[in-house]
């Protein structure tokens, strides 16, 4: 396993922070290095305190008793607290004055010839969320019921997200890309009765038709009470009575007045579903204690969010991601600084429309992927140079490493050499940052996400446990619970400990290889199973190799990642055709394959390239070498062992066939 990792990076320029961010971010939530690793070692050594002091700022109903209890793998936090997220997100706002003050700024995608711009001030908020809940109670839906949403990126999602936490109902969310089947998995491990979605959401100037998937995952889930639709695009759209109902109509019947539910802390917040290596989608469990604070408090930290300042943060995201979830909506809303929405597409009109935004919306933070800087370094400077971006502060990226390049780009062009950048590692699983620099205190070297957030015993380990040396590439766990992590696999408790605690005894595995340099920074070189993080999205090989053989003309697939100028890694797909399929191997097929992988997941599942092949390399004991096929993909010569390929004229008719 951990063979497979190497990296050849060797990056040590060091950025400090300049005089002007110093300057001009405010008062520093960790003002230098010697308070860092006080913080942080008083976070490891005592994490009762730690975490103690930072939930106590927060609105408890009822105090906790203590702050965790741990037995691998289950972690308690803020034990016997209720709370509630929503009324932390919006009604402590409105409660200390601060109703008037702008909670969520939000731009639509279409430019005729203005973007339609809507500000919701916390006031909004609550009136619409308690509403929402209403509207969601007259429906039916009661404390722990999941409630799926499939929805493009306007207000009403976060509304809905929260309107769901506010009444105790855990929230699914689907990213408004993926395919009808998607949808069908997702409802159906969720058990949930009601899907809230849009008429449409607009995407780089075309309407993606969401209640159309919607009603063709019907189709398969008898089980779907409700279907609650947002009117965004005034598309035509197919309402089934009684099953479906207007937003619109409904919502704005509902009284005002909705009480918060006291939740136990440990009580399932959300699901959010993301790749594995193995299976279906995995529904992650995020509870409401702990994520809460966690999130929070390292948004707080990680982008030093001043509340009652000039601070305008925008984050590029979708929310059906858990980069939404976190620092779109949970971990902005309680620190008090306006979160920009956006609706559309990176390029619409023009390339330059984030930029465009930034100047618009005096944006000071600024945080996006990795995957999104290479397409805008290939768009040109002369796109961000037209705009005047001096408002910015701070950038971040997160989904995958980024590479040395990448990162000076964004420093010189976007942050004018003055901004600091925030590489900042963590996944679905961990709900929020656990290894990042802090602005205005970690110095920072492109291309490593630096040093470990406070609570994160993070370590590489070999598959002993035992902690290795300096720049020897090895597993990445963490070997003590946070208030952020996840609690388990939506009904799959055996898979749940399978995939993150038993590879070493007793540690969080999180799938990824890295390596620690000399000054203790960590360097992510990528995952280590059958995951790929293609243009910062989560995808099991698996699931695309489903959705191939699932086509009648492919008895069998392989698909691996494959290094990718834009996305980082890209698609390959090694696919053996059925012997009944009489046509021919040729483009128009591939093109036919590509889109079934579409239609079955979503377009960002779609392969970039599709060879056919009489046969896949495979060991003695069946296992596809994915290694080998690794290697093809990327047009390397393969010095991999190969004494345990079943066929070796397999990998031979493979390389021949190079294009
Ligand atoms: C990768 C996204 C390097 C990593 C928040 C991880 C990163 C997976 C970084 C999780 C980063 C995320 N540097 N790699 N700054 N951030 N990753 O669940 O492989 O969609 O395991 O969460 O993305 O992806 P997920």
Redesign the pocket.
């Known amino acids: 396993m951990s063979d497979e990792i190497t990296s050849t990076l060797q990056e040590n320029r060091v950025f400090e922070p300049s005089a002007r961010f110093l300057a001009e971010i405010g008062p520093l939530v960790v003002p230098d290095m010697a308070a860092y690793w006080r913080m942080y070692r008083q976070s490891i050594d005592d994490p009762a305190t730690f975490w103690g002091e930072i939930a106590r700022d927060f609105r408890w109903y009822r105090p906790f008793d203590t702050v965790v209890e741990w037995k691998a793998p289950d972690a308690k936090w803020f034990v016997g607290g209720t709370t509630n997220v929503c009324a932390n997100c919006i009604d402590r706002q409105v409660d200390a004055g601060h109703g008037d003050d702008a909670a969520i700024v939000w731009e639509g995608e279409p430019c005729a010839p203005q973007p339609e711009v809507r500000t919701l001030t916390y006031n909004d908020l609550l009136r619409e969320v308690s509403r929402t809940a209403n509207a969601l109670k007259a429906l039916g839906v009661r404390r722990g019921d999941i409630v799926t949403i499939y929805m493009g990126m306007v207000p009403e999602l976060t509304i809905a997200m929260l309107a769901c936490a506010r009444i105790g109902a855990p929230h699914s969310v689907i990213f408004g890309g993926f395919a009808p089947n998607a949808i069908v998995d997702r409802v159906r491990d969720a058990k949930s009765k009601i899907i809230i979605t849009c008429d449409g959401a607009w995407r780089r100037g075309q309407v993606v038709a969401l209640k159309k998937n919607v009603d063709d995952a019907c189709e398969k889930l008898p089980e779907v009470e409700h279907v609650l639709v947002v009117r965004r695009t005034g598309e035509p759209v197919t309402m089934h009575t009684p099953r479906d109902q207007w937003w619109h109509a409904l919502v704005a019947q509902q009284s005002t007045d909705c009480p918060c539910e006291a939740l136990d802390s440990e009580d399932l917040l959300f699901l959010l579903y993301?790749s594995g290596s193995t299976g279906k989608p995995k529904g992650i469990c995020h509870t409401v204690g702990g994520y809460m604070v966690y999130t929070a408090y390292t948004a707080k930290t990680t982008f030093n969010l001043v509340a009652g300042s000039n601070h305008v943060y925008f984050c590029t995201a979708d929310i059906g991601?858990?980069?939404g979830h976190s620092y779109i909506v949970y971990g902005m809303l309680p620190n008090r600084v306006p979160t920009l929405m956006y609706e559309g597409a990176p390029n619409f009109p023009a390339e330059d429309r984030f930029w465009a935004m930034i100047a618009r919306h005096k944006v000071t933070h600024f945080y996006t992927a990795p995957t999104a800087i290479r397409a805008f370094m290939k768009w040109g400077d002369a796109h961000p140079a037209k705009h005047d971006l001096s408002s910015l502060l701070l950038l971040g990226?997160?989904?995958?490493?980024?590479n040395p390049e990448a990162w000076i780009w964004y420093h010189q062009h976007i942050g004018a050499s003055r901004c600091p950048i925030v590489?900042?590692?963590?996944?679905?699983?961990t709900g929020g940052h656990i290894i990042t620099p802090l602005p205005g205190c970690t110095p920072t070297v492109p291309g490593s996400?630096t040093l470990a957030f406070f609570g994160i015993d993070a370590a590489i380990v070999n598959e002993k446990g035992e902690e290795l040396p300096p720049n020897q590439g090895g597993l990445l766990v963490i070997r003590k619970p946070w208030p952020g992590m996840l609690r388990g696999i939506h009904g799959d408790r055996e898979r749940f400990i399978e995939t993150y605690w038993s590879k070493v005894a007793g540690m969080y595995v999180?799938?990824?290889g890295a390596r620690r340099d000399k000054r203790g920074y960590f360097w992510?070189m990528?995952?280590i199973d059958d995951v790929i993080?293609v243009s910062g999205?989560?995808l099991g090989t698996m699931e695309i190799e489903s959705a191939l053989v699932s086509h009648p003309a492919v008895v069998e697939a392989a698909v691996v990642g494959m290094p990718h100028e834009i996305k980082g890694t890209g698609i390959a797909a090694f696919v053996t055709l059925a012997p009944s399929f009489t046509g021919t191997a040729d483009d128009s097929l591939r093109k036919q394959l590509a889109e079934h992988v579409t239609k079955e997941i979503g377009a960002i599942a779609r392969p970039d390239i599709i060879r056919f092949t009489a046969l896949l390399p495979k060991t003695r004991s069946g296992k596809i070498m994915r290694r080998l096929l690794r290697d093809i993909a990327a047009g390397r010569d393969s010095t991999q062992d190969t004494t345990t390929l079943e066929d070796f004229t397999v990998l031979a008719k493979l390389r021949e066939s190079d294009e």
């Open positions: 993301t991601w858990i980069t990226t997160v989904g995958e490493p980024i590489d900042t590692m963590w996944q679905t699983e996400c999180a799938g990824d992510i990528g995952r993080n999205h989560r």
